[in-house]
């Protein structure tokens, strides 16, 4: 053991009735342990360099990570005491913080949109703000939840233990008028289920109280989900849902992979629109990339389904079961099986891309690698099956070094860019990453320009010959969203205060002339005089103090 590693100090922790999302975690992602990052001169070794350190609030040691999820730019986090913190994932600065519902029964993984954070605790499901972590209204779900919620900007899916998927509107109180989904009009919605006056719980500042008196006696708050349709598939439903454009796929424990459209149109009687059967059972999260779900089964195959229509692309046979989830990036798949190890697939044929020395002959994966943390043009970084860190060769698939990180017992599987985090159940999480690639690579970017706009406008390049003489910041982001829509800001007042500043909505800003140059690169600038940056959170563009990012 590497001498910065310090000693296991806790046992194992039984988990019971943990959901599938959770079993795709290692086991010994319950342990509690009090890692320390790793030291300079290890890092200078294998070129890596740390992007930050940071300490999530945890109650006591019983507490730990329950959930961790990357979502374009930011970092998704739920304890199991029941604290959801967001964090931005490039810089390691927290957003907010939110205590919802009954601690410590916290069984699912978080859904989000643009607007909003959805929380599953016991049997009400919270919407937090995604700019400030505030509830916006809860819920009383009218049957248990098996599998993780999805949702997109009009509708949250759920699945439930009978079996069934039940699609819900979700309210719009920020509108003045509800927003009718493009094809939805004509549909009549299913009236919502009232919500019973059971035993309830209710949102808590952040770590004001203990996650002991999270509960209480009271009724849902706030408009309520209207539900749309439900599907009885008489399946097992316990593995995370599949959201596209246009459809839900449904991977189901019993090897059927269901695809429901989003609508249930007139006179229809079912949102179905396709089966699809695999040789036998499925255990693992299915992997998806622009169109395509990537399937693993007990059958030791891995398919390629096209998910608007159903069509099989390829299957690709690997021998043995596969034991994780397929993590897929623009061009690689990596696929963890039984006994094997890790492969490296191409993604658009299925094709094996490793060949490493083994007994004389050749193998296509590396049997010491257990885990998929993260990749860039050059590396892959994995662990073990003891939770040693490995780096190996991108193109050859063969271990190059490593080092003892067995204290960080919480991994996380990162398929939207290039950095390694590691984590522990005392609220520790490191981002590293080499130190040829100081930004981000982001292997989704056309993805997540496509489901923010707002992001997208940033992107785009200007050419301002007048520019806008000096005018408060209130004014100059109003003029700025009537001029470059879909773009709205808001000045985060909260952070301001909390940082012993000012509000700098009256300080004085101009916006020069620029010649082809980034709009994001210009706002950047333009609040660098006043020490100020922006962070995009949805479809706002939020304004902080620039200390916030350090």
């Not at 945890?58 to 199991?80: H, K």
């Not at 009009?185 to 008196?213: D, F, N, Q, V």
Request: overall charge positive; glycine content about 6%; hydrophobic content about 40%.
């Amino acid at each position: 053991m590497n001498r910065w590693a310090p000693t296991l100090l806790a046992t194992l922790l039984v988990a019971v009735g943990w959901t599938a999302s959770l079993h795709a975690q290692p086991a010994r992602a319950r342990w509690y342990t009090q890692p320390v990052p790793p030291p300079r001169e290890l890092l200078d070794r294998l070129n890596l360099q740390m992007s930050y350190r940071i300490y999530v609030p945890m109650d006591g040691r019983q507490d730990g990570l329950a959930t961790v999820q990357l979502r374009g730019r930011n970092l998704f986090v739920q304890t199991r005491s029941g604290l959801v913190t967001l964090i931005d994932a490039e810089t390691g600065a927290t957003l907010w913080r939110q205590r919802v519902g009954r601690p410590y029964v916290v069984e699912h993984a978080l859904a989000f949109n643009s607007r909003e954070v959805y929380v599953v605790n016991n049997v009400y499901l919270f919407a937090l703000d995604r700019l400030n972590g505030t509830v916006n209204w809860s819920f009383r779900l009218p049957e248990g939840v098996s599998a993780p919620p999805v949702a997109d900007e009009n509708m949250i899916y759920i699945a439930a233990a009978t079996g069934r998927i039940t699609a819900y509107l979700l309210p719009r109180p920020d509108l003045l008028a509800p927003t009718v989904p493009a094809g939805m009009e004509g549909i009549k919605p299913i009236a919502s289920l009232r919500a019973e006056a059971r035993s309830s719980t209710t949102a808590l500042s952040p770590l004001t109280r203990s996650a002991r008196e999270a509960s209480t006696i009271g009724e849902p708050v706030g408009p309520q989900p209207t539900r749309l349709w439900s599907e009885v598939t008489s399946l097992r439903l316990e593995l995370p849902l599949v959201l596209t454009r246009d459809r839900l796929v449904v991977p189901t424990a019993n090897g059927m992979v269901l695809g429901l459209s989003k609508l249930l149109l007139a006179n229809a009687a079912t949102t179905l629109s396709y089966r699809f059967s695999t040789e036998s059972s499925i255990r693992t999260p299915a992997g998806y990339f622009d169109g395509v779900a990537y399937i693993g089964s007990e059958d030791a195959n891995l398919y390629a389904l096209e998910t608007a229509g159903g069509r099989l692309l390829w299957r690709t046979t690997i021998g043995v079961p596969i034991t994780r989830r397929p993590v897929v990036t623009e061009e690689d798949i990596y696929l963890v099986s039984a006994r094997q190890g890790m492969m490296r697939l191409d993604r658009t044929t299925g094709q094996p891309q490793w060949r490493l020395p083994a007994r004389g002959g050749w193998a296509e994966f590396n049997p010491a690698a257990d885990y998929f943390l993260a990749a860039n043009p050059k590396y892959v970084y994995a662990l073990d099956a003891s939770g040693r860190l490995l780096v190996l060769d991108r193109r050859r698939g063969i271990t190059l070094s490593g080092f003892d990180s067995r204290d960080f017992v919480f991994p996380i599987s990162n398929d939207i860019t290039d950095r390694i985090y590691l984590a522990a159940n005392n609220g520790l999480i490191v981002c590293l990453h080499d130190r040829e690639y100081p930004q981000p690579i982001r292997h989704r970017r056309s993805e997540e320009e496509a489901e923010n706009p707002v992001r997208l406008r940033l992107e785009e390049r200007i050419t301002d010959d007048v520019g806008i003489p000096e005018i408060p910041l209130v004014e100059m982001l109003d003029r700025l969203a009537k001029r470059f829509p879909p773009l709205r800001f808001r000045i985060e007042e909260t952070a301001f205060r909390e940082a012993n500043r000012d509000s700098p909505a009256q300080a004085g800003v101009k916006m020069p002339s620029v010649k082809d140059k980034k709009l994001g690169d210009v706002l950047k600038d333009m609040l660098a005089v006043i020490q100020c940056t922006y962070e995009i959170i949805g479809d706002t563009v939020v304004i902080l103090p620039a200390a916030a990012k350090r």
